[in-house]
């Protein structure tokens, strides 16, 4: 899926920390709930879309979009910082999310997924693309590039594309 959009000069890079508490699996839901927090990744989020980047506001309300927090898990913004438009931000082997705002003016997450050489999904898939509301609720699309050049356009295409590949199911 190409990006048709003129590249900015600069863009926003969000890097998160995805926590889990432990102790609430044995939580019964009653009184304070223990706490065992554990680190269990994160992810990098950019925003591009110079509109998004010259609003404070904009930038506030997906900091707020992507940041959770309840007795089993939470999601926060660990580093923040403006980087150049051509610079890495991520190791390949990282899936990296391009926060936009749609024509509806929904912000939605576009999640590329580079399969090449340290994926872990089937060899014969060279990029996996998702396309997902921030928020979580709403309409999700998935595109998989192959090797063959073939794109496919859902997971059922997948496994078309890849029974006519030759894989094994």
């Given at each position: 899926?190409?990006?048709t ?17 432990y ?102 898939i ?15 699309s ?28």
């Amino acid at each position: 899926m190409k990006n048709t959009l003129t590249p900015p000069a600069t863009k926003l890079v969000l890097n998160t920390q995805y926590m889990e508490n432990y102790s609430s699996h044995d939580w019964d839901g009653t009184g304070k709930c223990p706490q065992h927090w554990k680190p269990k990744g994160g992810s990098t989020y950019v925003v591009t879309d110079e509109s998004l980047l010259s609003s404070p506001e904009s930038l506030e309300e997906i900091r707020g979009m992507i940041e959770h927090s309840d007795e089993y898990s939470s999601v926060v913004v660990r580093g923040e910082c403006t980087v150049s438009a051509d610079a890495t931000v991520c190791e390949d082997w990282e899936t990296l999310n391009e926060i936009y705002r749609a024509e509806d003016g929904t912000y939605r997450v576009k999640s590329v997924t580079d399969n090449r050489d340290h994926g872990s999904m089937r060899h014969q898939i060279a990029f996996k693309t998702a396309d997902r509301p921030l928020s979580g609720d709403g309409d999700f699309s998935v595109e998989y590039e192959l090797t063959n050049g073939r794109v496919a356009h859902s997971d059922e295409q997948l496994r078309v594309e890849l029974t006519n590949m030759g894989v094994k199911f």
